[in-house]
């Protein structure tokens, strides 16, 4: 049991995609914003939840979805509310585009609209 333990341990297990966050022209990180305004228990669900995608790429429903083309949400349920996190891959990175609280059932065409604006500066680069 203390060998398994101490292997365990002293593994190192590199994460499959890199995260970052995408940022404006202006230097604003958006995603980074949204999730300072969150309380710290909704923060790290949605942390632990990238997390997962991070070391466990690819994944699929329910915690990873495409949303069409290149536009992927990390879907994360908190206490009393659902968040979501649009990204892209960009080579081995995993790039935060856009994150909300969901009102609806379905994601709303202005929230997919902004990540994929974003997705545009982004290959504009």
Do not use: C
């Not at 699929?60 to 290149?70: A, I």
């Amino acid at each position: 049991m203390v060998l398994a333990y101490q292997f365990w341990y002293h593994t190192r297990v590199d994460p499959i995609l890199d995260v970052k966050f995408f940022t404006s022209e202006g230097g604003a990180e958006p995603v980074r914003e949204w999730l300072k305004s969150l309380p710290a228990v909704e923060r790290r669900a949605i942390g632990e939840d990238i997390k997962t995608v991070q070391f466990g790429w690819p994944l699929g429903m329910p915690l990873v979805r495409n949303m069409g083309g290149s536009v992927w949400e990390v879907r994360t349920r908190l206490e009393n509310r659902i968040a979501r996190v649009l990204f892209v891959l960009d080579g081995a990175a995993m790039v935060l585009l856009h994150g909300f609280i969901k009102k609806g059932q379905a994601t709303s065409a202005m929230d997919l609209n902004l990540a994929k604006d974003r997705l545009k500066q982004l290959r504009r680069g």
